[in-house]
């Protein structure tokens, strides 16, 4: 990704892709660089390690939540922790999982996180409006 802006968020987001044995490179580094500075990062997503996305990951950016597509697509499971709330108010995920459903993962929710499977390890097209 080019012109990357140096943003809590983006750490963030880094933090969680990495728990998934996700590997980076900030221009080159794996250091940070100086604050506000344009970036490219360039990940590597080879080797998955963790289809876990923890409360102390996920409670700290909402968006977070939303590896468990990604995770579910590749990996035929994800385990992610309910986002917190939300300073600008409510924002249910329910629509999202149902969408997950219409392509066949089968879903729980257990101890404040969504557990999804796919059958035979796919998801599988499908039309939702």
Known sequence: LENVP????VE???RILGNHGVDYSVNGRRE???EGYSRTINFSA??????TAPYELVSKMRAS???IGPLL????????SLPGGCAIGTRPVDLF?????ALG?????????????????????????
């Open 6 to 9: 140096h943003l809590a968020d």
């Open 65 to 67: 939540f939303w590896v």
């Open 105 to 129: 993962a089968d879903l729980d929710v257990d101890t404040g996180y969504v557990i999804a499977k796919t059958k035979n390890g796919r998801l599988v097209g499908n039309r939702y409006v």
């Open 73 to 80: 697509a590749r990996m035929g499971e994800a385990k992610v």
């Open 12 to 14: 963030q987001l880094i």
């Open 97 to 101: 999982l149902e969408g997950l459903q």
């Open 46 to 51: 080879r080797n998955i390690v963790d289809t």
């Open 32 to 34: 940070k660089q100086q």
